[in-house]
């Protein structure tokens, strides 16, 4: 029988480093192809850019753009949402291009480009970012559904593995 257990033992460290896997950091292309600009489609541009992602702790974001044309500041809300672009809490790097910067904790950012005019133009980004955790990745959701949505991914992969380990002890 123990060799049994060993088998089931197997399965759930398999299926743990799995999981794992899914909360390794990722590169996030701000803009993707477009990168980092003044928006020709309008001012929702990088909000609906952002909205197709979930960002997580310790991701990066990836700032493409051409040298000198423009930069990347770090604002906090009000002066974000006022586009006093002098008031940063970071002035990151400028060049050469791609700026990069890791979310190094959970909550709210804000970005916005430096050179007079270009903030107002609509380069300016908000990423959402949530605790790392098991949870499978999942699609866009509302920012009130999506704690208890990964709460209740864990629990049914928790199950998962509970009655996959069962099903082994039986079967052998
Ligand atoms: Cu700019």
């Not at 999981?19 to 020709?40: F, K, Q």
């Not at 051409?66 to 990151?92: K, M, P």
Request: aromatic share 12%; net charge negative.
């Amino acid at each position: 029988m123990s060799e049994l257990k060993n088998i089931s033992i197997l399965f759930i460290v398999v299926f743990a480093a799995s999981m794992l896997r899914s909360t390794e950091a990722i590169d996030h292309i701000v803009g993707s192809r477009n990168g980092w600009i003044i928006p020709v489609d309008g001012h929702s541009f990088y909000s609906d850019w952002a909205s197709n992602i979930t960002f997580k702790e310790n991701d990066v974001l990836v700032f493409n753009f051409v040298t000198g044309r423009h930069t990347v500041v770090e604002l906090n809300q009000t002066y974000f949402e006022n586009c006093n672009v002098n008031q940063n809490i970071q002035f990151l790097d400028t060049s050469p291009s791609p700026v990069r910067f890791t979310l190094n904790r959970t909550g709210v950012f804000y970005f916005t480009c430096s050179i007079p005019g270009h903030c107002a133009s609509g380069q300016k980004l908000i990423v959402n970012v949530s605790a790392s955790s098991p949870a499978l990745s999942q699609g866009p959701s509302s920012p009130t559904s999506s704690v208890s949505s990964d709460i209740h991914i864990d629990l049914v992969a928790t199950f998962s593995i509970l009655i996959a380990a069962v099903a082994v002890n039986f079967l052998f």
